[in-house]
């Protein structure tokens, strides 16, 4: 986890400027770091340093995580959101609301209620988004932009924000089947189909916060009927079966998304967490020593500790890439499973 970590500071470090972090590093002739920062994975991986820094005690760590918020308050556009795209506003207000839990600045909430407020307006009657939408197309992984409206909520209190993501939540629910698969999951039109387990991580992991943070088993079972499936398709080895499936669960890509397989074992963990069943945490942690040993090894500090995008790296996610919010994933994976899992008698 460690090497991981360091490998994240890296990528804040690289480009010059107030604090995001980069959007990933190429192996190649033409490779190298690229030269602009992530506004929604900068988001994301602020909550991930804030929980290291509060629990492990380092400094380090939180100065980063703030360094991240302060920039993302700099950069966010006039009317409320980020690069003006539904998702990335949402992921940017779950980093943004750790920080004001630490540090209570009038400024991450102000921020946060100008991102809940153009949410809200962008809304559909049906509790999806479209306008502003990636391809201007409904898409089910924005339970995890509810769940950055139900942060807002918890923050200011306003029942806006609790309404309008139960009704994307309700909408995301509408979608799913009885074997747990959930429609509109792609993250483009070529995926609709056959989506990465990235996003199907991602639409499992926002009901699942979302639901915990409401109390609301409706949300929580239908992330467990998801998850249920993904340990269905687990491989011996840890690994799940493809990086992309079919709403039947057969594979469609068997490359593997390492971003997807760390997302996956994150709901496992908080699903053991939740309810105790055992059997979660044991493909949790298969899926971690799997992806241990997919960690990069290098004498080169760009490359050492990351994560790339598919297994093999040439896959068709990402290829060749090693990516922070595959890295994010991988560290809250690890994070999780010392968190949850000592405490546990079914670890051997």
């Known amino acids: 986890m460690l090497r991981a970590i360091h490998w994240l500071e890296r990528a804040q470090d690289v ?12 192996l190649g002739l033409f490779g190298g770091w690229n030269r602009n920062d992530y506004k929604e994975v900068t988001g994301y991986i ?3 340093f804030l929980n290291l820094a509060e629990t492990y005690k380092d400094e380090e760590l939180k100065r980063r995580a703030l360094k991240m918020a302060d920039w993302e308050v700099t950069v966010q556009d ?11 506003t949402g992921q940017v207000m779950i980093g943004l609301a750790r920080a004001w839990e630490v540090t209570k600045n009038p400024a991450y909430r102000k921020s946060l209620v100008a991102a809940g407020d153009w949410l809200i307006n962008e809304q559909n009657d049906d509790g999806s988004w479209t306008k502003h939408s990636l391809q201007n197309i409904k898409h089910s992984y924005h339970s995890r932009v509810a769940w950055g409206l139900l942060r807002t909520w918890q923050i200011t209190s306003d029942e806006r924000y609790r309404q309008s993501a139960i009704r994307n939540l ?3 629910v509408s979608r799913q089947l009885k074997n747990g698969w959930i429609h509109d999951t792609g993250i483009g039109l070529d995926e609709e189909e056959v989506p990465l387990t990235h996003a199907i991580a991602y639409t499992a992991s926002g009901l699942l916060e979302s639901g915990l943070i409401l109390g609301n088993e409706r ?8 998850a249920d499936a993904l340990l269905k398709v687990q491989k011996e080895d840890g690994s799940l079966t493809g990086g992309r499936y079919r ?15 760390a997302q996956t074992s994150i709901v496992w963990l908080e699903l053991y967490h939740h309810t105790g069943d055992a059997k979660y945490l044991d493909a949790a942690i298969r899926m971690n020593r799997y992806l241990r040993q997919k960690q990069a090894m290098s004498d080169n500090p760009d490359i050492d500790g ?14 060749n890439q090693l990516l922070p919010w595959a890295a994010k994933f991988f560290i809250d994976a690890l994070y999780l499973e010392q968190l949850y899992a000592e405490k546990s008698s079914a670890l051997n």
Not at 16 to 26: A, K, L, N, W
Not at 219 to 226: G, L, R
Not at 247 to 261: I, K, M, N
Not at 307 to 313: A, D, K, L, T
């Open 306 to 319: 990351g994560i790339f995008g598919s297994e093999p790296i040439t896959g068709s996610y990402c290829p």
């Open 170 to 172: 309700d909408w995301v």
């Open 78 to 88: 006039s009317e409320g959101s980020w690069h003006r795209i539904v998702f990335d």
């Open 219 to 226: 949300y929580i079972d239908a992330a467990c009927k998801t």
């Open 46 to 48: 602020i909550e991930t």
């Open 247 to 261: 709403s039947d669960w057969s594979v469609y890509d068997s490359a593997q998304c390492l971003t997807g397989d």
């Open 15 to 26: 480009n010059p400027g107030p604090g995001g972090v980069s959007y990933y590093y190429r």
